[in-house]
């Protein structure tokens, strides 16, 4: 389970103990001081459920390279994802993409297909896939380009990822677990790790 799945499963069992423990005591001192704890966690989840109603949490697909620049200008934190729906690291990016969209909902996340964006992929060099790139109030901050720094070939874990990401800026609080994260075999489609190695060897595309 993800830190954020768990916190907030625990954000409803504290909550209810709480209120519970604040009907129950006597001393004004720990009533005021529960209270303050209820106020900050209702504070917590009516944020997230503000993000999520703003698009966050979930991975947007861009349809236009305007749309990719906007999204870095409009939003203070974003993670841009090109590829190509043809090959299967994409694929496999995608998921563990999908995966930190949902932990972190103080980022936003988008992907843009390359052959819909000859300008931007020049711009920014990528001719490598999958190629993410993480902006901070719209400059380029890092990039993760094929699976180059994950480690453990197709195979890496989504919380090494989120590793990247924070070190970078463009993630704000660890979410995952050491070792967590999506699996090749979980993909629709059933496509394993062997076949994500055998299909995409090199994934130039230009």
Known sequence: MTRSRA???DSDAVLAALEAETEESSSPALQAHREARLQQLAS?????????????????????????????????????????????????MDGHLRLLARAHLDTRFCRLEVRGAPWLTEKLG????????????????????GFEGLGAGDSFDTATLEQN??????????????????????????????QLEDEDEGDDWD
């Open 126 to 145: 990528v001719r490598v896939l999958p190629c993410v790139i993480g902006f901070v109030d719209a400059v380029s901050v890092g990039r993760v380009v």
């Open 44 to 92: 917590n989840l009516r944020g997230a459920q503000t993000a999520r109603a703003s698009g966050y949490g979930e991975v947007h697909t861009l349809d236009t390279e305007q749309a990719a620049l906007d999204a870095t200008t409009q939003h203070p934190r974003v993670v841009l994802h090109f590829f190509h729906d043809e090959f299967a690291r994409c694929a496999a």
């Open 7 to 9: 916190s907030s499963t």
């Open 165 to 194: 990401m924070l070190s970078w800026g463009v993630l704000l609080e660890e979410k995952l677990e050491p070792g967590e994260g999506w699996r090749p075999e979980t993909r629709a489609g059933g496509k394993g790790k062997q």
